[in-house]
């Protein structure tokens, strides 16, 4: 397992290297930690500052990187650390590409006043851009201790399976409990509840017959996930909602005090990506940490 953490040296960095402390690290694995930063020269005919800068960023860089490391000295998997010269967010996508890394893991130092609400541009353009599955670290899990806590939300679809086996192959403590979560979002849902009163008994039953069919659907896809998340965690649970997705993900992590929402994503560029994702709707407004797995 390799897994590079991204720090830029702030309290929120330090809270993702503090939680990779709860998982059961091998001495096989494997945890780089990489400090990235957009270093524009000035242009002046002054040409040493530039040099200044230099020598500035030389002794700062390993101020910065050798907190977090620090902080993983209780793992067993062995820790390296580098610094380059880049946006972070290419830097982050670009060295887990070429390092061949399994996981990223970021803070999430998001904005503050209105914006807190959402995560911060590094960290949303490393969960939209990263083919690698991408576990971001909210503050309420910094200090967080016993058992971990996952709810999985299952859709069924390609992108969920392949969350499933990055779920499996992540080294979670043995005790971690997972909960498997579907959410019927029914296409009936839009019809306005003035016109359902109206409807006649024809339409109930294909109605009825209908929501039997989610149901049905639901009850394949939680059991199908169970039975593959079952041969890696001791204790699985299975739960099915109706509802908007987004809503009933999030109140269902809070019911369950969950430490981590882990869910697929499409990996969705451009306005389409930007627009209607549930997975970005949980990034912003989870309170818990939240992994996002791509296909």
């Given at each position: 397992?390799?897994?590079?953490?991204?720090?830029?040296?702030?309290?929120?960095?330090e809270g993702a290297a503090r939680f990779l402390t709860r998982f059961d690290f091998s001495p096989d694995d494997e945890i780089h930690i990489l400090y990235a930063v957009n270093w524009m020269p000035v242009m002046s005919e002054w040409e040493s500052i530039y040099v200044d800068f230099e020598a500035i960023r030389d002794e700062i860089a390993p101020r910065i990187l050798e907190p977090a490391a620090d902080l993983l000295k209780p793992v067993q998997a062995k820790i390296n650390a580098s610094f380059v010269e880049d946006f972070p967010d290419?830097?982050?996508?670009?060295?887990?590409?070429?390092s061949g890394a399994d996981l990223i893991v970021m803070g999430d130092r998001g904005l503050r006043g209105l914006g807190s609400y959402i995560v911060g541009s590094v960290t949303r353009l490393v969960a939209i851009n990263s083919p690698k599955p991408v576990l971001i670290i909210k503050p309420p899990q910094w200090a967080a201790a016993g058992k971990l806590k996952i709810l999985f939300a299952a859709a069924g679809s390609a992108y969920s399976d392949a969350m499933e086996k990055t779920l499996t192959s992540l080294p979670f403590p043995g005790d971690t409990e997972v909960t498997i979560l579907n959410v019927v979002f029914s296409f009936l849902s839009d019809i306005p509840e003035r016109f359902a009163l109206e409807i006649n008994d024809r339409i109930k039953g294909i109605v009825a017959e209908t929501r039997e069919k989610e149901i049905r659907r639901s009850e394949e896809i939680t059991g199908k996930a169970r039975e593959y998340l079952s041969r890696r965690f001791s204790k699985t649970e299975v739960m099915i909602?109706?509802?908007?997705?987004?809503?009933?993900?999030?109140?269902?992590?809070?019911?369950?005090n969950a430490d981590v929402i882990a869910l697929g994503s499409s990996?969705?560029?451009?306005?389409?990506?930007?627009?209607?994702?549930v997975s970005r709707y949980i990034l912003n407004h989870s309170k818990c940490s939240v992994l996002i797995g791509k296909g």
């Open positions: 397992m390799k897994v590079l953490l991204a720090t830029d040296g702030s309290e929120f960095s290419k830097a982050i996508v670009d060295t887990a590409v070429k909602k109706m509802g908007d997705p987004s809503k009933e993900i999030l109140d269902a992590s809070e019911a369950l990996g969705m560029r451009g306005l389409r990506g930007m627009l209607g994702s």
